[in-house]
């Protein structure tokens, strides 16, 4: 772990591999909980167009991607929320709308090729400069704002959308601010495991987490120590094995989920049962 220390560019990637895993799984928790757990996917499809269109129009990709990656999730927040189309037919739509959008405005980029889009459909942690981190530390400085400060209601609304009603919760502001930071921490966590994996940052460690305990708090707090360790650790692995990054950190947290699967399994098989009266 040293040697890796002595490399400007992976001092560099693991403090962007230690932000994006500490806040994907901070927002993730609410969005697994609302059971939208493909809304990173859908955005991540969208942000794509808006990488596209920085390279189209001589801009900054993360800005762009952060600007069509927002629209596109009020888009599908209100498209949920008014229209008759289900959560799931919105997100599709997203899917093909997001992917095709990218790939043509790609192709009409001056020198652009659909293989400019790789480093962003699958990551590029080693590539991360200084400013690339001051952009993902101030972008996940502001998802761990959210859930702080807008925690409990968020909780309320992702439990029941009409116990917030009835609470006097403000249920379309929120459900905004949830697809609003989702779409931030899609456009943190691109550069580390890529668009097309982004997602997985955001359920895996929660998931992870539920296997463990059954408190909203206590499985965001353990979703964030997974989500940091697989990140470090499919990060610093990589260096070594030379792969991917952003594959190997997924698999990583693939792998914690299963071991947590079955320790949750054996603590509840060990336990003893109840005598029946």
């Given amino acids: 772990m040293i040697d890796l220390l002595q490399f400007d560019f992976m001092q560099r990637a693991l403090i962007a591999a230690l932000l994006v895993g500490l806040a994907a799984p901070a927002i993730g928790t609410f969005i697994v909980q609302r059971r939208l757990a493909l809304l990173g996917d859908g955005i991540g499809h969208v942000a794509l167009t808006g990488v596209a269109l920085g390279f189209l129009t001589g801009t900054a990709p993360v800005l762009t991607a952060v600007v069509v990656s927002i629209l596109g999730a009020v888009a599908i927040e209100l498209v949920r929320e008014r229209g008759r189309t289900g959560g799931d037919v919105a997100l599709a739509l997203l899917f093909y709308g997001g ?155 693939l792998g914690g989920f299963v071991l947590a699967l079955a320790l949750g399994r054996f603590v509840r098989r060990s336990r003893p049962r109840e005598s029946q009266p």
């Avoid at 992917?99 to 990551?123: D, E, H, K, Q």
């Avoid at 601010?177 to 989702?182: D, G, M, Q, S």
């Avoid at 499985?219 to 094995?241: E, K, N, Q, R, W």
């Fill in 99 to 253: 992917i095709a959008g990218g790939v043509l405005l790609i192709s009409l980029a001056p020198g652009g090729s659909n293989a400019t889009l790789m480093s962003y459909l699958f990551g590029s942690i080693s590539s991360v400069t200084v400013q690339d981190v001051w952009v993902i530390a101030l972008l996940a400085a502001a998802v761990l704002g959210v859930v702080t400060i807008f925690g409990r209601e968020l909780f309320v609304l992702c439990q029941d959308e009409e116990v917030a009603k009835a609470s006097g919760l403000p249920v379309r502001f929120l459900s905004l601010l949830i697809a609003v930071t989702a779409a931030l921490t899609v456009v943190i966590a691109m550069r580390v495991v890529g668009l097309l994996l982004v997602s997985a940052l955001m359920v895996v460690p929660v998931a992870t987490g539920q296997q463990l305990t059954r408190g909203f708090r206590s499985t965001m707090l353990l979703a964030m120590l997974f989500g940091m360790i697989a990140t470090v650790g499919g990060l610093s692995s990589s260096f070594y094995i030379e792969v991917p990054p952003g594959a190997l950190i997924v698999l990583v947290a």
